[in-house]
């Protein structure tokens, strides 16, 4: 019997933070849409709760799944397990509790199955995001209650790196099953990079995300290259301190601020960039990496993000390093290697092809199957690496 036979008239319900078109949304959420749209394509009824925002209805329908709005970005949790608990999300045959940092704590208001879903381990982003207490007792419950709490319960990650990650936690590997995320073929922008030194740097606005570091790379290398800009694309809480960073820094017009963006100026920017700076603290995968890719332009991006390491071929479609003065050194090295810089676009290109949303609905409706009908788990659906073109670096 196929997955979505199996599937078809399951209620899913889904306790996530954010959704995609809420102001912070991210990669993460953009995973979760395109996973649950996959559930919906199998028949299942979805119902995703999150946390309400300025402008968006407390309750509606798009795309066939059920979008349920309440509380902040805090007290979300305390809501979506009061919601859970009443009813107020219908009769779920599965719950997916999605972790970013903390979970929903469903295991305590509901006996039905649970699918934990986690992109990646916050432990070096708890003191940057919350220094002092607060930080502490966050990475606590990420790091002891919550793994003590679903002892029982499945995993989703969406890389190798969380999957290690989490087994450091204590989650046992073999519940944890790896769905790596997709890559939207990008749309028709015009053509061509940009005729002087360009970099983008594109994403949510946050201090883990380290966009500091692509400026001070920037303007250390226009020491060498003067003509060299860099486009900021995404908002997000920290902007205001990035624009004093780089006023303070005296980045003037080589830095630029575009904010958020429709799609189209997004994909226009990853066109016109000779490549992707992505100086994050953490990555579970790093979307924009293959959206870059499917514009020829290769990432510099840390190895220690974790992710990274599985969306990055080093060394063949695009570069990883270790600092900021590793980071620094492998911009100047490649704005000044025409061929080096053509050849690692090439394999980003591949790389970003070589991973697929379809596979990853299948993966995720997999792994919901699985659970609902109490079948033993995979240790990983790498669905993705194994039966699409992968870059020879990969193999």
């Known amino acids: 019997m196929e997955v979505w036979e199996d599937l078809r008239g399951r209620d899913v319900v889904v306790l996530s933070w954010r959704d995609t078109r809420n102001p912070e949304g991210g990669g993460a ?16 009824r979805v119902t995703v709760f999150t946390a309400a925002y300025d402008g968006a209805p407390v309750d509606e329908v798009v795309d066939g799944i059920r979008y349920v709005r309440r509380g902040t ?16 999300l219908g009769d779920p045959d599965v719950v997916v509790d999605v972790q970013n940092g903390l979970p929903f704590f469903t295991r305590l208001v ?44 499945r995993y ?51 201090p883990h995300k380290q966009v500091e570091h692509a400026i001070d ?36 017009d ?8 429709d799609e189209e100026t997004k994909h226009d920017a990853y066109e016109r960039a000779w490549l992707l700076l992505l100086p994050s603290l953490k990555e579970g995968w790093g979307l924009v990496i293959g959206e870059a890719g499917m514009h020829h332009t290769p990432a510099i991006a840390y190895h220690s993000a974790g992710g990274t390491r599985e969306s990055i071929a080093d060394g063949v479609s695009g570069v990883l390093v270790d600092d900021k003065v ?15 810089r053509r050849e690692l676009g090439k394999e980003a290109l591949s790389m970003s092809h070589a991973y697929s949303w379809e596979r990853a609905q299948d993966g995720f409706a997999q792994v919901l199957c699985d659970v609902i009908h109490r079948r033993r788990p995979l240790r990983s659906l790498r669905s993705a690496r194994q039966r699409e073109r992968v870059p020879v670096g990969r193999r």
């Not at 397990?81 to 107020?88: E, I, K, V």
């Not at 519940?175 to 983008?200: D, F, I, Q, W």
């Not at 860099?230 to 301190?241: H, P």
Request: hydrophobic share 45%.
């Open 73 to 88: 970005k805090l007290t979300v949790y305390l809501e979506g397990m009061r919601a859970l608990r009443r009813g107020d």
């Open 254 to 261: 080589a830095v630029r601020f575009l904010g958020h963006v």
């Open 326 to 340: 590793a980071f620094t050194a492998a911009l100047m090295e490649l704005l000044g290697d025409d061929r080096r």
């Open 110 to 153: 509901t006996r039905k199955p649970v699918v934990v879903l986690v992109h990646h381990v916050h432990r070096e982003q708890w003191p940057v995001v919350y220094p002092g207490l607060t930080g502490r007792v966050g990475w606590w419950l990420e790091s002891r209650f919550a793994p003590w709490l679903y002892r029982r319960s």
């Open 29 to 44: 959420e953009l995973y979760l849409e395109k996973v649950t749209q996959g559930l919906i394509a199998r028949g299942c």
């Open 217 to 252: 790379a920037v303007l250390a290398a226009r020491v060498v290259y003067p003509d060299l800009t860099l486009d900021i694309v995404g908002d997000g809480w920290w902007r205001d301190e990035l624009h004093a960073y780089a006023a303070a820094r005296e980045a003037g």
């Open 156 to 206: 989703v990650s969406v890389s190798e790196a969380t999957r290690e990650e989490l087994g450091e936690l204590g989650v046992d590997p073999a519940r944890v099953t790896v769905v790596h995320n997709g890559t939207e073929p990008a749309p028709l922008t015009a053509p061509g990079k940009s005729p002087t030194p360009h970099v983008a740097v594109v994403g949510r606005l946050v």
